[in-house]
């Protein structure tokens, strides 16, 4: 059974532009989370999804957005990138939303700001 | 300031000696704390999670410590090997779902 996917696996963007992170959960999982890793950092959350409403938000400007598809996807949405945003991108998924459901991450989306 | 510290930030050992990592955090309401190993460039795989009345769990050569009193936990790596270098990173779940992440421990394994 396949885990977590992120697409892209790599992406280099200019200051100003928008980025969307793709993310597929694990068949049968209906939580997606957001989470963002700036390098020799602990990841810190973005948002959590649970059956296509956000559940809960991080500490992020309004530049980040996200959402879930009937189909238990997400997308993760970024504009007026600036050069503070460069960081590994993670998505983790799990069955349900509460505390003690594991979080199964994927390999994250390295996004370069230039 | 972060509510989950680590340390050390990172350490280095000599392959099939033992470690001890060490995490402290001050968020609550605590619902559970997980232990995570990232490899570079990966996303975090867990590898231990205790609840408030658990206080050791095992994971083959991993041993994780909880104290909830005091509220710090501990990673303990048993005859270390290279592939477990790695950063570790502790995790705590409070509010039953917000995630607080450490920074991490690094830990080179060297032959």
């Known amino acids: 059974d396949a885990g977590v996917t992120q697409s892209p696996t790599h992406l280099i963007k200019t200051r100003g532009q928008h980025v969307t992170l793709r993310c597929s959960p694990i068949s049968g999982h209906k939580s997606v989370s957001w989470y963002q890793q700036v390098l020799g950092q602990g990841p810190q959350f973005i948002f959590q999804?649970?059956?296509?409403?956000?559940?809960g938000r991080g500490n992020f400007p309004d530049r980040f957005s996200a959402r879930q598809f009937p189909n238990y996807s997400s997308e993760l949405n970024v504009n007026a990138l600036l050069l503070g945003d460069s960081a590994l991108y993670l998505c983790?998924?799990?069955f349900g939303a509460g505390g003690y459901n594991e979080q199964f991450f994927g390999p994250g989306t390295r996004l370069t700001v230039l | 300031k972060n509510q989950v510290e680590q340390n050390p930030q990172s350490l280095i050992i000599l392959e099939g000696k033992n470690c001890t990592l060490q995490?402290?955090?001050?968020?609550?309401?605590?619902?559970?704390l997980r232990w995570y190993k990232q490899d570079t460039g990966r996303g975090p795989v867990s590898l231990t999670i205790?609840?408030?009345?658990?206080n050791t769990k095992s994971n083959g050569r991993y041993t994780a410590t909880l104290d909830a009193d005091t509220k710090q936990s501990s990673l303990h790596i048993t005859a270390s090997q290279l592939s477990d270098s790695a950063s570790y990173i502790c995790?705590?779940?409070?509010?039953?779902?917000?995630?607080?992440f450490g920074a991490g421990t690094t830990v080179t394994v060297r032959a």
């Open positions: 999804y649970y059956e296509k409403e956000e559940r």
């Open positions: 995490c402290n955090y001050t968020v609550s309401p605590f619902s559970n």
């Open positions: 995790v705590v779940t409070f509010n039953d779902y917000k995630l607080s």
């Open positions: 205790m609840t408030f009345s658990e």
């Open positions: 983790a998924s799990s």
